[in-house]
């Protein structure tokens, strides 16, 4: 099988470069939904703002659903000091030492963007001390706006206010040797695969087992992502990253299957079933247990819900850091999902 990810990387590198922050995903969102109908794929969109686009399968009466999330890790306005400079709360969990440098967008409640840098409050080794071993935490880390103010009501001049969405910087590269860098891989790379793998049931004419939905999540990062599940449902798939470094399995040229995760185990048939698939077909793939790891299939069925889950996706290194990932791995992803669609 043949998989286009010339479109994957492409479509990657234009959302990515969407900033999307969870609770402030409409323009991403709204690219999508172009994107669904770009494609010809039949699409709703919920009322908090997630939207699924669905492939009839040849078995109507049973469905699939497979998740991925176009939200990623950011924050909030917490506060302007009196240096003019901002505090953040922020929005899903990372650690800050991963965001310091970073160019920040922040977007006021007229839309406007002023873009600023995050540092420690003691950045310099020229003047502090500590510059060299000082903690980050949000107690310490600023934003350097800029733009000329060095008080709390130069900046609200600006029409800067508590609450204000914080985006972060992607910098996204390809290299020639098929390694992605960039940060958001988790999951915009999955939401590219999504579409790739619709685009490829669409122009071979294929249509998948069971009726599928392609459901694109706007706040997994703070765990209330998935909350559409028809009633028919068999099996949801999160299609998230697997996770690379230290002990883990995972590698960036391969598909992870996950056995676990740090809520539940996933369903083992489904879990037999994936690498038999993988076998069959050849696709690379490591098994792994995620450690602080939570997807939105797992969240799904501490809701009570009554359907067996999975979770799979390319394997990321340095995960909610500057992460990267490899070409291959998003084509092991791509491949796995569609074979998966096809069999019985
Ligand atoms: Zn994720």
Same mark, same amino acid.
């Given at each position: 099988?043949?998989?286009?990810?010339?479109?994957?990387?492409? &479509?990657?590198? %234009?959302?990515?470069?969407?900033?999307?922050?969870?609770?402030?995903?409409?323009?991403?969102?709204?690219?999508?939904? %172009?994107?669904?109908?770009?494609?010809?794929?039949?699409?709703?969109?919920?009322?908090?703002?997630?939207?699924?686009?669905?492939?009839?399968?040849?078995?109507?009466?049973?469905?699939?659903?497979?998740?991925?999330?176009?939200?990623?890790?950011? #924050?909030?306005?917490?506060?302007?000091?009196?240096?003019?400079?901002?505090?953040?709360?922020?929005?899903?969990?990372?650690?800050?030492?991963?965001?310091?440098?970073?160019?920040?967008?922040?977007?006021?409640? @007229?839309?406007?963007?002023?873009?600023?840098?995050?540092?420690?409050?003691?950045?310099?080794?020229?003047?502090?001390?500590?510059?060299?071993?000082?903690?980050?935490?949000?107690?310490?880390?600023?934003?350097?706006?800029?733009? @000329?103010?060095?008080?709390? @009501?130069?900046?609200?001049?600006?029409?800067?206010?508590?609450?204000?969405?914080?985006?972060?910087?992607?910098?996204?590269?390809?290299?020639?040797?098929?390694?992605?860098?960039?940060?958001?891989?988790?999951?915009?790379?999955?939401? #590219?695969?999504?579409?790739?793998?619709?685009?490829? &049931?669409?122009?071979?004419?294929?249509?998948?087992?069971?009726?599928?939905?392609?459901?694109?999540?706007?706040?997994?990062?703070?765990?209330?992502?998935?909350?559409?599940?028809?009633?028919?449902?068999?099996?949801?798939?999160?299609?998230?990253?697997?996770?690379?470094?230290?002990?883990?399995?995972?590698? @960036?040229?391969?598909?992870?299957?996950?056995?676990?995760?740090? +809520?539940?185990?996933?369903?083992?048939?489904?879990?037999?079933?994936?690498?038999?698939?993988?076998?069959?077909?050849?696709?690379?793939?490591?098994?792994? +247990?995620?450690?602080?790891?939570?997807?939105?299939?797992?969240?799904?069925?501490?809701?009570?819900?009554?359907?067996?889950?999975?979770?799979?996706?390319?394997?990321?290194?340095?995960?909610?850091?500057?992460?990267?990932?490899?070409?291959?791995?998003?084509?092991?992803?791509?491949?796995?999902?569609?074979?998966?669609?096809?069999?019985?």
């Amino acid at each position: 099988m043949e998989v286009n990810t010339d479109y994957t990387l492409g &479509f990657l590198e %234009e959302i990515i470069n969407i900033k999307s922050p969870s609770g402030d995903t409409k323009e991403v969102m709204d690219r999508i939904r %172009e994107e669904f109908q770009s494609l010809g794929v039949d699409f709703k969109k919920t009322k908090k703002g997630a939207s699924y686009g669905i492939l009839e399968g040849e078995n109507t009466d049973e469905s699939i659903l497979l998740t991925a999330h176009v939200d990623t890790l950011g #924050a909030v306005v917490k506060e302007i000091k009196s240096n003019g400079r901002l505090r953040m709360a922020p929005i899903g969990g990372f650690s800050w030492g991963a965001m310091e440098g970073e160019t920040a967008y922040i977007k006021n409640i @007229e839309d406007k963007v002023y873009t600023g840098t995050i540092l420690p409050d003691e950045a310099s080794v020229h003047i502090f001390d500590n510059a060299k071993d000082s903690k980050k935490t949000p107690e310490t880390m600023e934003v350097r706006i800029d733009e @000329e103010t060095s008080s709390e @009501e130069e900046t609200r001049a600006l029409g800067i206010e508590v609450g204000d969405f914080i985006a972060f910087e992607p910098r996204f590269k390809v290299l020639d040797n098929g390694y992605i860098k960039s940060r958001f891989l988790d999951d915009k790379s999955c939401v #590219a695969s999504m579409f790739t793998i619709m685009k490829h &049931f669409k122009e071979n004419n294929l249509k998948p087992k069971y009726t599928t939905y392609f459901y694109i999540a706007d706040y997994e990062e703070i765990g209330h992502g998935l909350y559409f599940i028809p009633d028919n449902i068999k099996e949801i798939i999160a299609v998230d990253i697997g996770t690379v470094g230290g002990s883990q399995r995972s590698d @960036e040229k391969q598909v992870t299957i996950f056995a676990k995760d740090s +809520v539940t185990p996933y369903d083992l048939e489904l879990k037999k079933k994936l690498v038999n698939i993988c076998k069959e077909k050849e696709i690379p793939y490591r098994i792994d +247990v995620a450690h602080r790891y939570g997807s939105d299939a797992s969240v799904a069925l501490t809701q009570g819900n009554d359907v067996r889950i999975g979770c799979i996706g390319p394997g990321v290194d340095a995960t909610h850091h500057y992460e990267r990932t490899h070409k291959e791995g998003l084509e092991s992803t791509i491949k796995l999902v569609i074979e998966y669609l096809l069999a019985d």
